[in-house]
């Protein structure tokens, strides 16, 4: 075929807790055979392990706040200096404001590196809230009661989606209608990272 299959692709999936993110996610990264880099996860896994970082961020995770940028920089500098995300990563979760949107860009620099795109999911704050409500149900995580839903979706809104205008004059963003079905939306990423000659995910 191509070298598309030779290609790094280093990717940011952003979008609203509840948006979709994190299963779409591990679709175009398995497609693609790159790790997802998920500081959830990271600080999920801990939490489980009571590991020090655990102990550390339990009582942030539940009430919805951010883990400090210094800390969570730290551990995704510690992650992207494995081995497995020299070919690239599909990052999901980080960056999560301004800030660590400079760490990552000085960390990557380093390496003479930078993102290739940014996936963009777009829900709608309503229908985020309705999937995150069924999900707390499914999966009875700590942080998905309702005030930290609320907490957390406010936090994106005033954090986190700034960032998609400092990527945006990069010509990175790809912003994915993400009201569908699964296999739909993953259909949408797929061509938009085509058109970026990205991979073949479906
Ligand atoms: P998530 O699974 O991405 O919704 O993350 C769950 C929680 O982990 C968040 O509500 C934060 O408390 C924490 N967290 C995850 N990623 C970050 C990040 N990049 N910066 C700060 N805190 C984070």
Same mark, same amino acid.
């Given at each position: 075929?191509?070298? @598309?299959?030779?290609?790094?692709?280093?990717? +940011?999936?952003?979008?609203?807790?509840?948006?979709?993110?994190?299963?779409?996610?591990?679709? !175009?990264?398995?497609?693609?055979?790159?790790? =997802?880099? &998920?500081?959830?996860?990271?600080?999920?896994?801990?939490?489980?392990? /009571?590991? @020090?970082?655990?102990?550390?961020?339990? *009582?942030?995770?539940? &009430?919805?706040?951010?883990?400090?940028?210094?800390?969570? &920089?730290?551990?995704?500098?510690?992650?992207? &200096?494995?081995?497995?995300?020299?070919?690239?990563?599909? +990052?999901? /979760?980080?960056?999560?404001?301004?800030?660590? !949107?400079?760490?990552?860009?000085?960390?990557? *620099?380093?390496?003479? *590196?930078?993102?290739?795109? =940014?996936?963009? +999911?777009?829900?709608?704050?309503?229908?985020?809230?309705?999937?995150?409500?069924?999900?707390?149900?499914?999966?009875?995580?700590?942080?998905?009661?309702?005030?930290?839903?609320?907490?957390?979706?406010?936090?994106?809104?005033?954090?986190? *989606?700034?960032?998609?205008? !400092?990527?945006?004059?990069?010509?990175?963003?790809?912003?994915?209608?993400?009201?569908?079905? +699964?296999?739909?939306?993953?259909?949408?990423?797929?061509?938009?990272?085509?058109?970026?000659?990205?991979?073949?995910?479906?």
């Amino acid at each position: 075929m191509t070298d @598309d299959q030779d290609r790094t692709a280093r990717l +940011l999936i952003v979008g609203p807790q509840g948006s979709g993110k994190g299963t779409q996610g591990v679709r !175009v990264a398995e497609a693609l055979g790159i790790p =997802v880099v &998920s500081t959830g996860d990271i600080f999920r896994a801990n939490i489980k392990e /009571g590991t @020090d970082l655990g102990q550390q961020v339990t *009582a942030i995770l539940d &009430s919805g706040d951010l883990v400090p940028d210094e800390l969570t &920089s730290e551990i995704v500098r510690d992650r992207l &200096s494995q081995e497995d995300a020299a070919g690239g990563f599909l +990052l999901d /979760g980080y960056p999560r404001n301004t800030a660590q !949107v400079a760490h990552l860009d000085a960390f990557l *620099a380093e390496h003479g *590196a930078s993102l290739d795109a =940014v996936i963009l +999911l777009d829900v709608p704050r309503a229908e985020s809230m309705a999937r995150l409500g069924l999900r707390s149900v499914e999966q009875g995580r700590s942080d998905d009661n309702e005030a930290a839903i609320a907490h957390r979706l406010d936090i994106y809104e005033h954090e986190t *989606a700034p960032i998609i205008s !400092v990527y945006e004059p990069r010509g990175i963003v790809d912003r994915i209608d993400g009201i569908g079905s +699964l296999d739909e939306i993953t259909a949408r990423i797929s061509a938009a990272l085509g058109a970026r000659g990205i991979g073949q995910l479906v």
